[in-house]
């Protein structure tokens, strides 16, 4: 089954964050900087899944209640993307991703897959064979989780929820 309509819980670098992104020679100046983010959490497809799901994981990120924590990426790798990452542990932000899939699980929210990638960002999703390279740090503090729906083949998000984190601004 090809993924249709895929839910993840992201976070999307702020203003600042993404004209650095997009100012990067290998970012993909098609895709608008709306669509750059960090997947914390893959949920499940909503194409396939009871209508009953969705509202379960709003309810269970209505009361999350978690500090907010940095991302910053200082290189530029060619995988099967192109991708902004770090070799730094990005301990906060693993530390995250466990404490909100533990909430989730305590919540009976459904997660078919309740993966939590290594933090990154696409920034161009056709590889482009340049290998990996050093930048300049690109950070921000996550202060706001969102709940996105990714519309496959349309270059699209749909946001189902935004939840500010402990200690954001």
Do not use: C
């Amino acid at each position: 089954m090809r993924a249709r309509n895929p839910l993840y819980i992201m976070a999307k670098p702020p203003p600042e964050a993404q004209a650095q992104i997009t100012a990067l020679a290998r970012n993909d100046p098609g895709r608008g900087a709306d669509l750059l983010h960090v997947t914390l959490v893959s949920l499940f497809d909503l194409h396939y899944a009871p209508p009953e799901w969705l509202p379960a994981v709003i309810a269970a990120l209505d009361s999350v209640d978690a500090p907010a924590f940095p991302l910053a990426f200082d290189r530029i790798e060619n995988r099967k993307a192109v991708t902004l990452r770090t070799r730094a542990p990005l301990a906060e932000a693993r530390a995250f991703q466990a404490a909100l899939v533990r909430h989730l699980l305590e919540r009976k929210a459904p997660m078919m897959l309740g993966t939590t990638p290594e933090p990154h960002v696409t920034i161009n999703y056709r590889g482009d064979r340049l290998g990996s390279q050093k930048i300049a740090p690109i950070g921000w503090t996550v202060e706001e989780i969102m709940l996105v729906e990714s519309i496959v083949g349309q270059t699209t998000h749909v946001e189902h929820g935004r939840w500010r984190l402990r200690g954001a601004g």
